[in-house]
């Protein structure tokens, strides 16, 4: 099932300060699109290759430029795999650090 919700692309970029020590500048966009869960097929075909997605956000393809990052009600994801469908973008998600052993 799909609903509509607040999507915000985290971009992270190292830029010198003024003594030209690298310092890392978030810089943070808030887009609507769409949720929607993975597939059973997709879930078990990335967890053989060490993925866990998870949920899946289609955006508009001209509001997405490379972010490996976003959040989506308060929970940060990951972006593993992006998919172009027409005017749309859709970004395959995990959760920050599922693929860390913790």
Do not use: W
């Not at 999507?7 to 003024?18: G, P």
């Amino acid at each position: 099932m799909k609903r509509y919700v607040e999507v915000t692309l985290i971009s992270e970029e190292l830029v010198k300060d003024k003594n030209f020590e690298q310092q890392q500048k978030t810089t943070e966009q808030t887009v609507i699109g769409t949720l929607s869960s993975v597939s059973a097929s997709e879930f078990y075909a990335a967890a053989n290759t060490g993925y866990m997605p998870e949920t899946v956000l289609k955006i508009y393809e001209q509001e997405y430029s490379g972010q490996k990052k976003v959040r989506v009600n308060g929970v940060q994801y990951t972006v593993i795999r992006t998919y172009l469908s027409g005017d749309y973008i859709e970004l395959h998600c995990q959760r920050k650090g599922a693929d860390e052993n913790a």
